[in-house]
């Protein structure tokens, strides 16, 4: 069974420039998560999907972040326009229950210049 | 105050030594995660616990509720285990299934 991907692994980008994430969780798992490491900092939540519905997105941290999850399946986070501040490691998570082992994908690194 | 706090920040073993990694936290929670992150890896769940005591292999983990404290304890430690572990607990209150991370402890374990 394939475990979470994300895509890409690393990305490179300017400030102002817009980046879009993608996580595609284990097959059947209905929970989508999405975390942010920055540097020297804990892991912290953004948000959690049911499905394509957003059952929590209160880690968002401002309306430059769009999360999407269209027919449940794949999820994209996409950034725009891009600060410094955004830079770290993005990890996205699924589970099959709510109270179920969430299970972490690689994440992507994200740098922005 | 993180509601997540961990120690020791880090720590350094000699191979085949017992080694303990402390969680405590501050919130009522309905489960408590042990992750395992290797250098340039990705995270993998190791344990979840709600109570009690789970082993698998040569890790074992313990929760103390009432204590608001959890131990993860390597038996005979190999250079192998060297990573971050990292604990992580889902809140008590509601459908909220987002877990609060602990900072995480950076193990060394050398041949």
């Known amino acids: 069974e394939a475990g979470v991907t994300q895509f890409p692994s690393h990305s490179v980008i300017e400030k102002g420039q817009t980046v879009t994430l993608r996580c595609d969780p284990i097959s059947g798992h209905d929970n989508l998560y999405w975390y942010r490491r920055v540097m020297g900092k804990e892991i912290k939540f953004l948000l959690h999907f049911v499905k394509e519905s957003k059952q929590d997105e209160s880690g968002m941290p401002n309306n430059r972040f769009l999360a999407e999850r269209t027919g449940g399946t794949y999820s994209t986070l996409k950034v725009q326009p891009a600060e410094l501040e955004d830079s770290g490691v993005y990890f996205c998570?699924?589970?099959?229950?709510?109270?179920?082992?969430?299970?972490f994908g690689p994440g992507t690194r994200l740098t922005v210049l | 105050k993180n509601e997540v706090e961990q120690s020791p920040q880090n720590l350094t073993a000699q191979e085949g030594e017992f080694i303990t990694i402390n969680c405590s936290y501050s919130?009522?929670?309905?489960?408590l995660h042990w992750l395992q992150q290797h250098p340039g890896g990705g995270i993998v769940s190791l344990f979840m616990?709600?109570?009690g005591k789970k082993k698998h292999g040569r890790l074992i983990a313990t929760i103390n509720i009432q204590e608001k404290h959890s131990s993860l304890h390597i038996t005979a430690s190999h250079p192998r285990d060297s990573a971050v572990y990292i604990c992580a607990v889902r809140s008590l209150y509601g459908a909220n299934s987002k877990l609060t991370f602990g900072k995480g402890i950076t193990l060394s374990v050398r041949p």
């Open positions: 616990l709600s109570s």
């Open positions: 919130v009522g929670i309905s489960a």
């Open positions: 998570a699924s589970s099959q229950g709510w109270a179920d082992t969430q299970y």
